[in-house]
């Protein structure tokens, strides 16, 4: 059973270390847009673009058509949005073999504000045949799952946030595509991504427990349709409440994937995630803000159960 340890790493740091040894290895082509994120080193082919998203995404997908993989670091409200098209017609079309990495996501942009803020990426990149959409639960899947994308025969969208996060032990090594049950449980399923909701939802169990109920806890690593297919197969067979969390909108996000997959069942849901947009703030206080602190959370799934 995963439980949350005492220090804390941003998955974005965890990211920029791991990042030259593995794109040396896999022979990647590092394609920067002045993030900040990357470190540059030797035997690591890098480019750093400027603030051009577009083009960032444009010459990867031409490398990786001339027979390089290429890995595109952008902040994760850009490439998304600004960059969507080039990523849906240059990338996910032809299914290059790119790994499109997002920093700053959902909240942790934080102070920044909503121009920085990233709670749109997981509906658009899931709305794209092709993509794997994955979201790291602390610094050391972020290492795991980054060499898993740049192995991967495929386009990728690798999430990650800004400043230190929740880092668990116990939790299994991640597997692409594959959930991760962290607590066992047949009332209820609470399904998460991202370190900071996680965290969360093992702690909304433990209160969950003190009041009779017994939650499963899964770790959506990999929130694409299909990988919310095998979230669906892993929710507990006596399931009778599906509760989803996530720091992203949840119109077509994670949690719309998997309420899809798990439809013919019958369990009912409570998707929870972030409404509408999010004005400057402490990423802390834009998590509270959006009803996804713990003490919020179970407060709204006990009243879910409580009244069908």
Not at 76 to 101: G, H, M, N, Q, T
Not at 223 to 231: G, I, L
Request: hydrophobic share 45%.
């Amino acid at each position: 059973m995963a439980e949350t340890e005492p220090e804390r790493m941003s998955t974005r740091a965890a990211f920029a270390d791991a990042l030259p040894e593995l794109a040396a290895r896999h022979n990647v082509l590092v394609v920067d847009t002045d993030t900040g994120s990357v470190k540059p080193a030797p035997g690591m082919d890098y480019l750093n673009v400027g603030i051009a998203e577009n083009a960032a995404v444009g010459l990867a997908a031409g490398a990786e058509h001339c027979g390089r993989r290429a890995l595109v670091c952008t902040f994760a409200a850009f490439s998304v949005s600004r960059a969507f098209e080039f990523i849906k017609l240059d990338i996910a079309y032809p299914r290059r073999r790119v790994c499109v990495v997002g920093t700053h996501g959902g909240a942790s942009g934080g102070w920044l504000g909503p121009t920085h803020h990233a709670t749109e990426d997981l509906a658009l990149m899931n709305a794209l045949p092709n993509m794997r959409v994955v979201v790291p639960a602390d610094a050391r899947q972020a290492v795991s799952l980054l060499g898993q994308c740049l192995e991967y025969d495929g386009p990728t969208y690798l999430r990650l946030g800004r400043k230190d996060s929740p880092v668990f032990a116990g939790l299994p090594e991640p597997e692409l595509g594959v959930p991760q049950e962290v607590r066992p449980g047949r009332d209820l399923a609470l399904v998460a991504t991202g370190p900071e909701i996680l965290a969360t939802a093992l702690e909304v169990a433990r209160g969950l427990a003190a009041a009779g109920y017994d939650a499963q806890v899964i770790n959506a690593h990999t929130v694409d349709p299909e990988a919310a297919r095998a979230v669906g197969r892993a929710v507990d067979a006596d399931c009778r409440w599906l509760v989803t969390l996530e720091e992203a909108w949840t119109s077509g996000g994670m949690g719309a994937q998997v309420a899809s997959a798990l439809g013919a069942r019958g369990i009912r849901w409570l998707p929870l995630g972030v409404s509408g947009f999010l004005p400057p703030g402490s990423h802390g206080a834009l998590l509270e803000d959006s009803g996804l602190t713990a003490g919020a959370v179970l407060r709204r799934v006990l009243e879910f159960v409580d009244h069908p």
